[in-house]
């Protein structure tokens, strides 16, 4: 891997930024603050398969970050030759949830707290920004994290148009933050958020967390590519520092 000033100042040139200033940090949720990827990846195999489509299990870690009818809508593509009605969106994702709350209660992922706890020590506004709508994990995030989302900073499926790869949710999330893109930070684990974070101008953290590789995450624009919530925890700090300290 490069080293962190060649990463920033290639970034800061491709972008033609005068500097960066990391104010706010834009954050996924599944798969980056829960290690959660997993239920969801089967609740949609199960559904699929009582729904009478035909699909593979790992085939949704790389659908990760669409909206619900978004993903429905390409199965329906897919496997029937037509686009989804609103209804059947509606049906199938109200099922899908169903069966992600009878599984085993995921955890929430290793590091993530840590460093969401250092975004708050060090004054960094935090958004959430997910393609997920599901109340089953958006409410456990004031007992899982406290303090680090405050009223109203989080954009989920429910308040966007395009869900990701568009740049919408991130967008989004730098107006919450009341942030320019060279002032935002977003840590995506999947190859459409960071596809989103990046097109929006953010400085784009990716983090493998699940069987997606590196390379995948890289293709999809992430500046940076941490093998773990927890190794993303431990080198933030540094991160941070050369962001403020870096002069070109």
Known sequence: MKDINTILTDYIRRHHYSRLQPVAALIDMDGTLYDSMGNH?????RM???AGLEVTR???FLYEGMTGAQTIDLLMQRCRG??????ECETLYHRKTEIFKSLPPVRPMPGARELTDLMVTVGMRRVLVTGSGQNSLLDRLPEDYPGVFLPGMRVTSRDVTH????PEPYIRGMQLAGVSPSQSIAIENAPLGVKSAATAGAFTVGVVTGPIPRAEL???GAAIVFDSMKE???EFPTLLYNMLTLTI
């Open 218 to 220: 890289e293709g999809a």
């Open 232 to 234: 993303c925890a431990e």
């Open 163 to 166: 869900g990701k790869p568009h």
């Open 58 to 60: 790992d085939e949704f």
């Open 41 to 45: 990846a089967e609740a949609w195999r």
């Open 48 to 50: 699929c398969e009582e």
């Open 82 to 87: 037509r686009h989804a009605t609103p209804e």
